[in-house]
C-alpha cells in the first residue's frame, strides 16, 4: 500500500481566516514533505520533516506553519494567507531518502 | 546544483503513436531517477524510476533507461492511449531528501 490521504479536498478561505490542512500515512515511512504546486508548474518544496523533526524549511513564509504530531500525521496550519497563496497543496512521504509518494493534494482558494 | 530539463510541450499524439519524452540531468554524484505523472486535478504518482547507471524502470507499458553517459532518462511508451492524457515531471533526488523536478511535460492523445 502506497497511499498518502489528504483532506480537505478543496478549501476557501478569506485572508483573515485560519484553517488547517492535514495528511497522513501507515506506511511506516519517517520522512514526510509539504509543496506547493501553481497551475502549470512543478511542485515546489515548502517543508521536509524527518523523523518528526522539521529538517529542512524553504525560506516559506511565516504564515504557514506546519506541525507534526507523529510519525503517521502531518498539518499545515494556514493564517493571514493572500490571494497569491491560491495553488494545490501537495503531501508526499517516504521512507529516509527512498522514493516519495504522494497525496492527491488540497485544492486552495484564498479570497 | 543539480538541475532537471524536459522538452517543451505539448506532445500531442493520436492513439496508438509511439511516445518519447526527453529528459536531460545535472547533477554530481550518483542520483536517483523518477518519472511521475499528474492526471488533472489529481496529485501526482509515481510511474517508474531507476536507481543506477543502466537500469530501466518500466511500468504500464511505459519505459526509461538511466544514461549516464549521456546523462538522461527519456520516457518511452509503444503505443499511447487517450486515458495517457496527463503532465509527466521527470526529476531527480540526489544526496538530500529534495526532489529536483522538471517543468513538466503536456501530453495530449487524441483518437
Known amino acids: 500500500d502506497t497511499e498518502v490521504t489528504q483532506t480537505p479536498k478543496h478549501l476557501v478561505m478569506g485572508m483573515t481566516n485560519k484553517k488547517s490542512l492535514k495528511c497522513e500515512q501507515h506506511?511506516?515511512?519517517?520522512?514526510m514533505y509539504w509543496y506547493k504546486q501553481k497551475a502549470k508548474k512543478p511542485p515546489e518544496l515548502m517543508f521536509v520533516y524527518s523523523y518528526e523533526k522539521l529538517s529542512i524549511n524553504e525560506s516559506v513564509p511565516s504564515r504557514f506553519s506546519p506541525e507534526c504530531p507523529n510519525s503517521s500525521l502531518l498539518n499545515l496550519h494556514l493564517h493571514a494567507l493572500q490571494p497569491e497563496d491560491s495553488a494545490l497543496y501537495l503531501c508526499?512521504?517516504?521512507?529516509?531518502?527512498?522514493?516519495?509518494?504522494f497525496g492527491p493534494g488540497t485544492r486552495l482558494t484564498v479570497l | 546544483g543539480n538541475s532537471v530539463t524536459q522538452m517543451e510541450g505539448p506532445v500531442t499524439l493520436s492513439e496508438e503513436a509511439f511516445l518519447t519524452i526527453n529528459c536531460t540531468y545535472t547533477a554530481t554524484g550518483y542520483p536517483s531517477l523518477f518519472w511521475y505523472v499528474q492526471y488533472p486535478g489529481e496529485g501526482l504518482q509515481l510511474l517508474l524510476k531507476?536507481?543506477?547507471?543502466?537500469d530501466k524502470g518500466s511500468n504500464k507499458g511505459f519505459e526509461a533507461t538511466y544514461r549516464k553517459e549521456t546523462t538522461s532518462f527519456h520516457l518511452e511508451k509503444g503505443s499511447v492511449q487517450v486515458s495517457d492524457s496527463a503532465v509527466y515531471f521527470c526529476a531527480l533526488r540526489g544526496s538530500t531528501d529534495k526532489l529536483i523536478f522538471g517543468t513538466g511535460t503536456r501530453l495530449q492523445v487524441f483518437p
Open positions: 508526499a512521504s517516504s521512507q529516509a531518502k527512498d522514493t516519495q509518494y
Open positions: 531507476a536507481t543506477k547507471a543502466d
Open positions: 506506511m511506516g515511512h519517517r520522512a
